[in-house]
């Protein structure tokens, strides 16, 4: 070294001194050099002390590639130089795995604090209850596990509700996925009867009303039930109209599949006529009832007709009278003379109105008329 830089540097020189023993050479380092400045000689290394920032080197990495790390300067693949990352003052006592990131971008990446808090033993019990029953685990073994404080690693898992297995897709060492159904399980107790009904007794049936249903297989017994549901359509090639019936099976004694004939009775109003449906000519233009008359004599009435009923009858909402006689046998030969008696008066009527036109001209001529024959020369007068 010059000796004007070494007068710049304040250095001081000591010779190595031999030890009274002889057996140790001991180096006496020179006074006023810094540990930076001994390391801005030596190349930088991980470890070492950055003269220009006066922190300690924990390795380079490239500026793009942050998986890219060196444990002295250099370049990145990319041609770029390697970056100095340094130790933090509190970082020795932190885990490995633990980052450091500035406000700005804790802001940008959205993150939310939450406070650790010690959770109260009671209620973390009754979470874990509340899993269990949406395992739907009864009372009983909920019971059992905090009683005996046990892990179980099968547990059984009983149906909500008892029946009859229709249907099974479970077995032994079967995986089963998450919505699966393992049981179809059917409760017979309560049964559904369907009904079919003609589109014209769709006005005596309501939901609610009592049914009686019979059995061929069970002569003498009737079971009773009610309407649930009335569909709103009708079977377009039967035209008939479908009924949901329920009726009680607590015994057993119906089956699904079986056929039954199923009893409907409804009330007409108290104040509504009704005729025996014999009585009634119906022509497919208009509907006839023969009323009987005094005398012999038959009356074509034209009726209105209603729902029709139990026994054969029909209500009359026009065209007759309570307390009317009507024809309920042989209304037919009434009808064929009926009609014929029409025919004939309508063959009539233009030659009664003919007839009636002439006497009108008869009427029509007067006495002067007559008279005036006087004044014409009939070629017997004298001359």
Not at 105 to 123: C, E, K, W
Not at 310 to 328: F, P
């Amino acid at each position: 070294m010059k000796p004007a830089l070494r007068r710049a540097l304040s250095l001081l020189c000591m010779p190595i001194l031999f030890l009274a023993v002889g057996a140790l050479l001991a180096e006496i380092p020179a006074f006023g050099l810094s540990k930076s400045a001994l390391a801005s000689d030596a190349p930088l290394k991980a470890g070492m002390i950055d003269p220009k920032t006066g922190k300690k080197i924990k390795y380079w990495v490239a500026p793009m590639d942050p998986t890219y790390i060196r444990y002295e300067p250099g370049k990145s693949p990319m041609g770029m130089d390697l970056v100095p990352k340094y130790e933090e003052e509190d970082e020795a006592k932190e885990p490995a795995s633990t980052i450091r990131i500035d406000p700005v971008t804790i802001q940008n990446m959205g993150v939310r604090y939450g406070m650790v808090a010690r959770a109260h033993a009671q209620r973390m019990l009754n979470a874990a209850r509340q899993r269990l029953e949406y395992w739907d685990l009864t009372e009983a073994q909920i019971q059992d596990i905090e009683k005996k404080g046990a892990i179980y690693k099968e547990l059984s898992v009983y149906s909500p509700t008892a029946g009859v297995v229709i249907k099974k897709d479970a077995y032994e060492g079967h995986y089963v996925t998450a919505g699966a159904h393992q049981f179809d399980i059917a409760d017979l107790s309560t049964v559904w009867v369907d009904a079919d009904i003609y589109e014209y007794e769709l006005p005596w049936v309501h939901k609610g009303m009592p049914a009686r249903m019979e059995l061929p297989y069970l002569p003498g017994r009737t079971f009773s039930g009610q309407v649930l549901f009335i569909y709103p359509y009708l079977d377009t090639k039967t035209r008939t109209a479908r009924l949901r019936l329920t009726f009680d099976n607590r015994d057993g004694q119906l089956k699904p599949g079986m056929y039954a004939n199923v009893y409907l009775q409804s009330a007409l109003p108290s104040d509504a006529l009704v005729i025996p449906q014999e009585a009634v000519i119906d022509s497919g233009v208009r509907k006839l009832v023969f009323v009987a008359r005094d005398k012999g004599k038959f009356e074509p009435r034209e009726v209105q007709l209603g729902v029709e009923g139990d026994n054969y009858e029909i209500q009359v909402l026009k065209g007759l009278k309570e307390g009317e006689k009507i024809v309920v046998s042989g209304q037919f030969m009434l009808d064929s003379e009926s009609r014929l008696r029409e025919a004939i008066q309508k063959m009539l009527e233009p030659q009664k109105a003919e007839s009636q036109a002439e006497d009108l001209d008869k009427k029509n001529m007067t006495k002067d008329d007559d008279l005036e024959m006087k004044d014409m020369d009939m070629g017997n007068t004298p001359k």
